[in-house]
């Protein structure tokens, strides 16, 4: 008789995605994080959603997003699911965002880059190029935590999430190991919607991997630091955490991260032998060997060679 007290449940089925922000055409680092993502969810019959990360509209570009649809096409990167459009759902995010200030773990900010500055400087911390800028907790109310959430906020503030004291996060990247990050001395109170009204990466993408269900999140590693404050933000409005893994990054000769700042090229789908030249760089920089090289081999029948090696590299790491 099998033991009936305690089945287990049902298997939640691998949910993986990619998520773009249309800001220019796929180059060859953005290609390694859509062909990583897709190999994890093939590998485990999973699904593989695509959405457009298309929030911050000072920096898309108008097309890139149908552009990015057609490559991923070329290079038989194919997804399950409609795709969509974080743009389509702001009441998603303002939800969330009312949410954490019911929770009173919000609060409204108006300092401005120079006024942040100042505080810093005036506590003799130096503020070094391309670092993150830790807040320093100027607009922080004093009760925040222990008493009422903020009605009837100023709309011409920016949004915080605040931090309690002591708030170190870990976790296990399935490629990288364990993780650590305090987060106050990473990032401090960070932003959760600007001043002009844009909701930020970290809520959106935290909203979005629960509203998808989301399981598995495969990216490039450009995005490590970010996780830990992604993990809190799930913490606090109560959704599960998804695995992650963080890709190895394409760098340039000058060994920056190739993006639409450093000029990366797009990549070249013409057709199926150029899509084919893109896919077999992105699987060398992934690490996956022995993959069929001869010119007589469709896409399909590569990447399901591809998705054996995935497994292979995977297993053994
Ligand atoms: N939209 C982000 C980017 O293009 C990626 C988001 C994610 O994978 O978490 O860099
Ligand atoms: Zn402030």
Redesign the pocket.
């Known amino acids: 008789m099998p033991n009936l007290k305690n089945p287990s449940p049902p298997p939640d089925g691998y949910r993986g995605?990619?998520?773009?922000?249309p800001t220019g055409p796929l180059h060859a680092g953005?290609l390694v994080?859509a062909l990583g993502s897709w190999l994890d969810a093939r590998q485990n019959q999973g699904k593989w959603l695509l959405r457009i990360?298309d929030l911050d509209t000072p920096r898309c570009i108008p097309g890139a997003d149908q552009e990015i649809l057609r490559q991923l096409l070329a290079c038989g990167l194919s997804w399950d699911e409609e795709p969509t459009w974080q743009s389509m759902h702001q009441e998603r995010y303002q939800k969330a965002l009312e949410r954490l200030n019911e929770l009173q773990s919000a609060y409204p900010c108006t300092c401005s880059r120079q006024t942040i500055a100042s505080a810093l400087e005036a506590q003799g911390v130096a503020i070094e190029r391309n670092q993150e800028i830790v807040y320093p907790g100027t607009c922080r109310p004093e009760h925040i935590k222990v008493s009422e959430k903020i009605a009837n906020p100023s709309t011409d503030a920016a949004w915080r999430l605040a931090l309690p004291p002591n708030l170190s996060i870990e976790f296990e990247d399935r490629l990288l190991g364990k993780q650590y990050q305090d987060l106050n001395q990473a990032v401090g109170d960070f932003v959760l919607c600007r001043r002009d009204g844009v909701f930020t990466?970290q809520l959106a993408?935290v909203v979005d991997d629960a509203e998808q269900r989301i399981t598995h999140?495969v990216?490039?590693q450009?995005?490590l630091s970010?996780t830990a404050r992604q993990i809190y933000l799930q913490q606090v409005l109560g959704f599960q955490t998804p695995t992650y893994l963080h890709l190895p990054l394409v760098l340039d000769e000058h060994g920056e991260k190739l993006s639409k700042q450093t000029l990366a090229s797009a990549i070249d789908t013409g057709n199926e032998q150029e899509a084919l030249k893109e896919l077999r760089q992105a699987a060398k920089h992934l690490g996956l060997r022995n993959l069929p090289d001869g010119e007589a081999i469709s896409i399909a029948e590569w990447l399901l060679a591809a998705t054996q090696a995935w497994n292979r590299k995977i297993t053994s790491s």
Do not use: C, I, K
């Not at 995605?17 to 922000?21: D, E, H, K, T, Y």
């Open positions: 995605r990619f998520a773009p922000s953005s994080a990360e990466y993408v999140v990216r490039g450009d995005l970010n």
